[in-house]
């Protein structure tokens, strides 16, 4: 139905409509004409035939009629043979009357007639000339009828009426009607046929234009596909071409520019779908823009939605929400799972022409990096904070340790070795050892204690820090499995090194559960020395703990970051274990599987046994 | 010279010139086959010259082509003129009716040779009395004083037959108003058509021929017998080559005409009523019934011939 409408709304139906019209209505005039003159033509004829043949009659009849009367012709039969001969020889001939000057039959085709009288023979006896008229009788419907006076001389000696039949005209008429009919209807036919086909090829280079027009493609568009014309419809393909360079020509303008944005942009519908996505987008995304297309803005942004069906759905108080709500644009910092960065990302409503938000330009800057060097920028100024609090108190400390240290020794000497004062002075002397470690520990991290390097036996150092950790070890009932390589030497500030160890063995512990195991493998690690031109010792200290999450793993070394209950950890020893094995020359590494364990892997550069009475060592 | 003078005779100049060369170019072109010997054929006036033709030249074109002979009709203008045609030899065979036959033979030496068949196969007619539907005239009885058309006095079926059956039924001449002999059969039928005469006396084929346009039947008569073809007995050998071979010839060509042949029945479509059923020979005795009606009659003071008064 909506086909048909098309079609007569066309312009080629339009034109077919009207020439199919006017066809029809010429075609029924010129069959019309056509026909009555074709009537008017054969009625003339057989009026002429009639004429012809009454008068030729006529003749031989007057004749007739006066050799019967002086006798030459005995009897009647003649002129009813003749009429007889008539109407056998002209089958069109319906009835031969002759009347005499009295209006009596004086002859018929039908001889019983002979004698009568007839109404209307007044009015056919007083014709002075031949008549030919059509007669349309009620009962025997119409016919012709010829009448021509027997006349010799001047006298009248009777009057001769034919009458034919038109039964073959009207017949004949009709089947010119119908062959007219059916010649109008072909002509009619082959008339709109040709119109149509002639509309159609008229019309079809505008459908072509107008299919082109509509499957036109900026991206892939150069000019249009049909060949150039000399018409009005070359003129209108040129014009839609320039048309459509031009348009794509801005098009291309405006997409290379909002793909040269670096910021992540998309443009979303007010159903949240990805109108169009920029480049920079796609790239973050690893994907294309045209893939984007059409998918739900949370979809794109946020990746952890599609391992959560739950969540799926419009973020409640995300810009998008707020510049559709107020027409407004929004701002806010948000963290895209896709993208794995922090983005501080705008909307900017776009107005449809009816005054109402259509969309937004979503507009997303990345300021991961920005956000990490400010925090990175505040943790350094917090520990520089912390670091001259601590290296003041340690200060403040440090002599009245030294003090207490100084003294107790002292005491330590002074006192017997049977005496019972010397355990409790053994006791301070140690504490007070220990407090003043700490305290170096504090100088050591605010890089105020001086470093002392000296040859130290990996062996040794390991022992001493197992043996500095003995009680946590051992009140957790963890088994420790050491090997350690012969031989194994750096150059090292002992303290600090033991330190390192301590630090790492002591989470070790706090990670694992009673009864779990600690391994301590020192060797000397042959693959790094071509590339190094240098030996290099690895500790890798492994335990059967909790293990670390991913996302803790790249801070466990900041300083103050501490997974542990408030009060248990300073957040401090990683990060001064790093710091010292970096101000070492070496490098500190982790490894961790959630619920399986952690590896920590110190690396440092090895030197030759002090023994030997040379240092391997080339720079 | 006027100009229409010029164009008038230029005319006339081109008639002339324009028919000399038809009339010369015809027999030319038109060649005659090797002449046959040129047979006339005499017939007694049943019908109107123009009807005579119509229904009995096919049988002269049928003879002319199945036999070694040309036949050409001679109508007769009465009955009289076909004995004396035959009696001087014009014709030497001619079809007559069995009265007509009757008073020939009276003069002339005739062999009876054929006769034709009715529809149903019998060598026989019938006459038949006809008046107009309009009229009140419904058995012979009622003709007592009306007029009457009677075809030629030596017709069988027009004069004789009903003549004899006119005295039969006690009517006679007496008892009609007036009476008339028509030259033709088809005359007296169109003649009581128009009501010139209150009825008449017809060959069968003519009173069916013209029953639907307005005729009834008073009478039909018993059989009578058939119309003769008959050949004169003194013609000579020197016109037909042997003269038993021109009977053979005329007696084959005619009897062989079957109408239950489609072949036969197609050639005979176009022959009138009285030859389009076959043939089947004559003898003279066939004749003898007239010669009772014609005695009876001439009992009752009818004769065929004036001399006979």
Known sequence: MMKIKDFLFSLRGKAILVATFFIVIFMAITGYVILSREKALYLKDRENQARVLVEAAGINFTNTLLYQEVGLIEETGVIDLYILDLLNKEKSILTVIIFDNDGKVIAHCHLVEHGKFYENAEEIITHQATLVREVNDKNRGPFLEAITPLIVGTKRIATLRIEFSLKDFYVKLADLGKWIFSLTILAISGSIFFVVLGINAMTRPIRRLSKAMDTIDYGRFDTLSERPRRDEIGHLQMSFTDMVRRLRDADLQWENTFNSITDLIIICGRDFRVVKANKALAQGLNTTTDRLKGKMCWEVFHSEIALKPALNGPCPDCPHVVTLKTGNPSAMEIEYSSLGGTFQVTTYPIWNEKGVVAGTIHVAKDITEQKRLQEKLIQSEKVAAMGQMVSGIAHEINNPLNSILGYATYLLETVDDGSPLKDELDRIARAASRCKETVKRFLNFSRETPTRMEPIDIHEVVGEALAMCYPTISAQGIKVMKEIGADLWINADKGQIEEVFINIILNACDATSRGGELFIIAHRDGSMSTVQNRSWIKVKITDTGCGILQENLKRIFDPFFTTKEPGKGTGLGLAVSHTIVKNHGGAIDVESTVGKGTTFTITLPEILSPYRGEVWERD | ?309
């Not at chain 2, 040309?70 to 009465?78: E, G, P, Q, S, Y």
């Not at chain 2, 009757?102 to 529809?119: G, H, Q, T, W, Y």
């Not at chain 2, 007995?233 to 016109?239: D, I, P, R, V």
């Open chain 2, 1 to 309: 010279m006027s100009g229409f003078l010029k164009t008038h005779l230029l005319r006339i100049f081109l008639s002339v010139l324009i028919v000399f060369l038809i009339s010369g170019s015809v027999p030319l072109s038109a060649k005659d086959p090797p002449e046959k010997p040129t047979v006339y054929f005499g017939l007694i006036p049943l019908f109107t010259p123009q009807l005579m033709y119509e229904r009995f030249q096919p049988l002269m074109d049928y003879l002319s082509a199945t036999t070694p002979y040309r036949f050409k009709m001679r109508l007769a203008k009465d009955y009289i003129d076909i004995i004396t045609l035959l009696e001087d030899g014009s014709v030497n065979i001619a079809f007559l009716g069995g009265v007509s036959y009757e008073v020939a033979k009276s003069r002339v030496d005739l062999i009876p040779l054929l006769k034709p068949l009715n529809p149903q196969g019998k060598p026989s007619y019938r006459s038949v009395i006809i008046t107009r539907e309009d009229k009140k005239i419904n058995s012979l009885s009622d003709l007592k004083g009306r007029s009457f058309a009677f075809a030629s006095r030596w017709s069988t079926s027009g004069s004789v037959v009903p003549l004899y059956y006119l005295y039969k039924q006690g009517v006679g001449l007496q008892g009609l108003s007036n009476y008339f002999h028509l030259r033709y059969h088809d005359s007296v039928a169109r003649e009581v058509l128009k009501g010139s005469y209150d009825a008449g006396a017809v060959i069968e084929s003519i009173a069916y021929f013209y029953k639907d346009k307005g005729l009834k039947f008073i009478f039909v008569s018993e059989p009578i017998p058939e119309l003769v073809i008959v050949v004169r007995k003194s013609a000579s050998s020197k016109e037909f080559g042997e003269f038993g071979e021109f009977i053979e010839a005329v007696k084959r060509a005619l009897i062989d005409l079957d109408p239950h042949i489609p072949s036969d029945r197609d050639l005979m479509k176009g022959w009138g009523d009285e030859i389009g059923y076959g043939f089947t020979e004559a003898r003279d005795s066939d004749y003898d019934g007239i010669r009772k009606m014609i005695k009876y009659l001439r009992q009752k003071g009818v004769y065929l011939t004036d001399d006979e008064n």
